[in-house]
Nanobody
């Protein structure tokens, strides 16, 4: 059974940092990524990383402030999102996502439609 479990959300002041973690189990995954959804908004891409960790992509709004990384073990795949210099506009529910169809250790999926597996979401609130 595939499971993606996020942790690490919370409340932080503007300029602060948070680190999100996601443990994906049940099978091996290729691209893993983070998306976010603010109230009344569409779910949007934040960052994604290839299976080999050789390739990572970021949304323009977070590039230079957020860093995605991952660790693959025999039991599961973990992906992390280090968020620095947080801004009030970063406030959203953050979702971990994974795909297992690309078959490439360097491919990075950017569209949410490419991800069949999702976590439950972690609330990140940045106060001004």
């Amino acid at each position: 059974q595939v499971q993606l479990v996020e942790s690490g959300g919370g409340l932080v002041q503007a300029g602060g940092s948070l680190r999100l973690s996601c443990t994906a189990s049940g099978r091996s995954f290729y691209t893993m990524g983070w998306f976010r959804q603010a109230p009344g908004m569409e779910r949007e891409f934040v960052a994604a990383i290839s299976r080999s960790s050789a390739v990572s992509k970021y949304a323009d709004s977070v590039r230079g402030r957020f860093t995605i990384s991952r660790v693959n073990t025999n039991a599961n795949n973990m992906v992390y999102l280090q968020m620095n210099s947080l801004k009030p506009e970063d406030t959203a529910v953050y979702f971990c996502a994974a795909e297992a169809r690309s078959g490439s250790i360097r491919y990075v999926a950017l569209r949410k439609e490419e991800y069949p597996f999702w976590g439950q979401g972690a609330q990140v609130t940045v106060s001004s």
